[in-house]
């Protein structure tokens, strides 16, 4: 290039970029060429104190800063920039597989947590924290109190996390399981390292409060075929939580023969029996049979009123 002898006189920028042990090299990482009055001050910019990698920022305490200086005409003068290792960023992002139905009340949802280090130095005692799932063992971490520890992570280097949540009575009434992981650990330099997270979203069923009754007979007539006046028939009632909410406040009734029970709180796929006697009257011997039915009903935490349930027997 040809320069006037007094108004484009060259010089330099250099860039210097510490290295993982914290150190800076000899030679520049990178440099640009600039042009400028001879005998005139210059001095870096703003835009020369941005790092252009990941992972540093400028070291303004650097002693080997060189700021602004005179041009010199023989093109001799070099500015120099240093930016030191700051905080290790870490990145973190959380998948689910393919969601292709609603998740239902204890069903595991599996999660992967992938987490990568992408800045430039070696990140050291990284934790991956999920406290909405349990973290499954792996071979590139260990699980010390719920949490996955990887000794190591080099830079640009990738482990995958696994975890899973069950789906609980909370998330279906929310209607969706939220959760989210982070990942955090420690670095060489003086600030701390930023943390990485992600967060998934994964739809449950809808809320189902709901009831059964299934009414026996557990006698038998005295003749083998039909009841007499004033003999006993005995009843088992099973009531059964077949929705996936808990009903509470269940109330048990026996029509025929005037019982009635409470359950204070039945979980889904929960049972309670109870026991029933009736003697046999005139009436039941006149109408030819004795018909007996059985009801169940409760509250529950959603919007919508219990499906109660129901059964009868004919005797």
């Given at each position: 290039a040809k320069f006037s002898p007094r108004t484009d006189t060259p010089y330099k920028v250099e860039y210097y970029y510490q290295t993982g042990n914290e150190t800076y090299p000899s030679e520049a990482t990178s440099e640009v060429l600039r042009v400028a009055t001879t005998d005139t001050e210059v001095a870096v910019t703003e835009e020369d104190k941005r790092p252009a990698h990941e992972g540093y920022t400028f070291d303004e305490s650097a002693a080997e800063n060189v700021l602004k200086g005179i041009v010199a005409g023989d093109g001799s003068l070099v500015l120099k920039v240093y930016f030191k290792l700051t905080n290790g960023p870490i990145d973190s992002e959380k998948t689910t597989p393919e969601?292709?139905?609603?998740?239902?009340?204890?069903?595991?949802?599996?999660?992967?947590?992938?987490?990568k280090n992408v800045s430039v130095t070696a990140i050291e005692n990284v934790t991956v924290n999920d406290p909405?799932?349990?973290?499954?063992?792996?071979?590139?971490?260990s699980v010390v109190d719920g949490e996955a520890v990887?000794?190591?992570?080099?830079?640009?280097e990738t482990v995958t996390v696994k975890a899973e949540h069950t789906v609980t009575e909370e998330d279906i009434l929310a209607g969706s399981v939220k959760n989210e992981a982070t990942a955090d650990g420690d670095n060489k330099s003086d600030d701390p390292t930023d943390p990485g997270n992600d967060e998934v979203e994964d739809p449950t069923?809808?809320?189902?409060?709901?009831?059964?009754?299934?009414?026996?007979?557990?006698?038998?007539?005295?003749?083998?075929?039909?009841?007499?006046?004033?003999?006993?028939?005995?009843?088992?009632?099973?009531?059964?939580?077949?929705?996936?909410?808990t009903i509470t406040n269940v109330e048990v009734k026996d029509e025929l023969t005037?019982?009635?029970?409470?359950?204070?709180?039945?979980?889904?796929?929960?049972?309670?029996?109870?026991?029933?006697?009736?003697?046999?009257?005139e009436e039941d011997v006149l109408a030819g049979s004795v018909k007996n039915a059985a009801t169940a009903d409760g509250d529950n935490e959603s919007d919508d009123p219990t499906d109660p349930g129901n059964d009868d027997v004919e005797d």
């Open positions: 969601v292709t139905s609603n998740y239902k009340l204890g069903e595991k949802i599996p999660f992967e947590i992938s987490v909405n799932a349990t973290i499954v063992e792996g071979s590139e971490y990887i000794a190591t992570l080099e830079s640009e069923e809808d809320p189902d409060p709901s009831l059964s009754v299934e009414k026996t007979t557990t006698s038998t007539p005295a003749n083998g075929e039909s009841y007499a006046l004033g003999e006993e028939i005995t009843y088992e009632i099973v009531v059964t939580n077949d929705g996936n909410l005037g019982d009635s029970w409470t359950i204070e709180s039945l979980a889904p796929e929960a049972s309670e029996t109870f026991e029933a006697t009736y003697t046999v009257t």
